[in-house]
């Protein structure tokens, strides 16, 4: 487990250099006192460790730019993978702020040892109105183009990256699809339409990631109920992170078949192998026994199949609520 003392730690990814795993995390002072104020406040920190479990904190990776930057606001979640040339690419969320509402691009940094980061100078990606949903209407409150999962494409022709987005049409509270770019090199992106369909049940579909537990490929995102469609909270259904099973890593993915993996207690889960070659999936504690906001990253949860179902296998571990 990790507990920053001074700070709420929440949405995170994590890297693995073959020694070490290293977690990067969007972190905010806990002298904020409200923890909804984190968001506007957030930078990227980072920790490593040798066993999912012990972490040591090291050297905040990324802060937001003096303005005006399309990440002079703050910086929030992303990914890292290792390119071709062995360099380090950390891509983020860079967020702005246009006449008080939140504007997300996407925007990378790179480095050598995981250690000191570079940022590119300006933002790599944005939105496409072509397919997505922009800022300045009134459908939503901020526009959604944000927590870059960048994977390898399977048959090794350049890059892809899974984003939280919103379609341009549908429902106002039933528009959250995948989005999708494309790259050759890491630097230069094409964005291309949405890997999944609006009308799925989601408002927004967060901190997406594709990941393989026993050689059975899901896709994992989390959304929390407020952010339900009205159709589906009606259902009485609760949030979480959600998984989706699917034949390819690059979709297309059927969200409305998504199913619960955890309660509302834990949110941005990741899956990865531990040394022994066991799935676990981490997440962030979103609250305790009694909903108050906790801001800390769990010990790893082994998880299995059980009958088709993608499961927790140590039981206890997942029942916080």
């Not at 994992?220 to 390819?248: E, H, K, M």
């Amino acid at each position: 487990m990790l507990r920053l003392p001074g700070a709420w730690l929440w949405d995170f990814w994590l890297a693995d250099d073959g020694d070490r795993y290293h977690v990067f995390f969007l972190f905010a002072s806990r002298a904020l006192q409200n923890e909804q104020r984190r968001h506007r406040r957030a930078a990227i920190g980072h920790a490593v460790s040798d066993d999912l479990c012990n972490w040591v904190q090291v050297s905040d990776a990324l802060a937001s730019a003096d303005g005006p930057a399309f990440d002079d606001l703050a910086t929030w979640t992303g990914s890292v993978v290792r390119g071709h040339d062995d360099h380090w690419w950390l891509f983020y969320t860079g967020v702005t702020l246009i006449d008080e509402q939140m504007r997300q691009s996407i925007g990378a940094a790179t480095s050598t040892d995981l250690e000191v980061w570079h940022k590119e100078p300006t933002s790599l990606i944005t939105a496409d109105d072509r397919w997505y949903e922009r800022l300045g209407g009134d459908t939503w409150y901020e526009e959604a183009w944000r927590d870059p999962w960048v994977l390898a494409d399977p048959a090794r022709d350049g890059w892809h990256m899974l984003i939280t987005a919103r379609a341009n049409h549908g429902p106002a509270d039933d528009r959250g699809v995948i989005g999708h770019a494309v790259s050759p090199d890491l630097q230069r992106w094409e964005v291309r339409p949405p890997l999944s369909k609006p009308g799925s049940g989601f408002g927004h579909i967060e901190v997406p990631q594709v990941a393989s537990v026993d050689g059975r490929l899901v896709l994992l995102f989390s959304c929390l109920d407020p952010q339900f469609s009205a159709a589906r909270r009606a259902t009485g259904a609760t949030g979480g992170i959600f998984y989706v099973p699917t034949d390819s890593p690059t979709g297309p993915f059927d969200i409305a078949a998504a199913r619960p993996l955890t309660s509302d207690a834990f949110y941005c889960g990741r899956l990865v192998d531990d040394r022994s070659g066991q799935p676990v999936l981490l997440a962030f504690l979103y609250h305790d026994q009694a909903r108050q906001f906790l801001g800390e990253l769990s010990d790893p949860m082994p998880v299995g199949w059980d009958n088709g179902e993608l499961k927790i296998t140590n039981e206890g571990q997942e029942d916080r609520s």
